[in-house]
């Protein structure tokens, strides 16, 4: 199973971005979705998830009310909107597939599948 990640870009602070992440096959309902990011120099880090039923969404503290999670099983896709961008968000974000999605995310590392990367860059 491959991810493939877009929708990155540069933007100025307080713009938007929609982030995509494609499966490239049909993966068991259950696998929890989500994005993760890393800036220059710090550790990767969970940003949003939901669960695999679409029932619960979670997100890092410093981007709730920002960013928003959705998917659709259909298309086997993610998405990632981010608005109100802040010099902060920007990073290399990746999706991932299969991990413990909970308010915890933010300390969440490790997935089962993960996406190759795609750079967000938030000027001031």
């Known amino acids: 199973l491959q991810l493939q990640a877009s929708g990155g870009g540069l933007v100025q602070a307080g713009g938007s971005l929609r982030l995509s992440c494609v499966a490239s096959?049909?993966?068991?309902?259950?696998?929890?979705m989500g994005w993760f990011r890393q800036a220059p120099g710090q550790e990767r880090e969970g940003v949003g998830c939901?669960?695999?039923?679409?029932?619960?969404?979670h997100y890092l503290d410093s981007v709730k009310g920002r960013f928003t999670i959705a998917s659709d099983h259909d298309k086997n896709s993610w998405f990632l909107q981010m608005n109100s961008l802040e010099p902060e968000d920007t990073a290399l974000y990746y999706c991932?597939?299969?991990?413990?999605?909970?308010?915890?995310?933010?300390?969440?590392?490790?997935?089962?599948?993960w996406g190759q990367g795609t750079q967000v860059t938030v000027s001031s």
């Open positions: 991932a597939l299969d991990f413990p999605c909970s308010d915890n995310i933010g300390r969440i590392y490790a997935a089962a599948y």
């Open positions: 939901i669960t695999g039923s679409g029932g619960s969404v």
């Open positions: 096959g049909r993966h068991p309902d259950n696998y929890n």
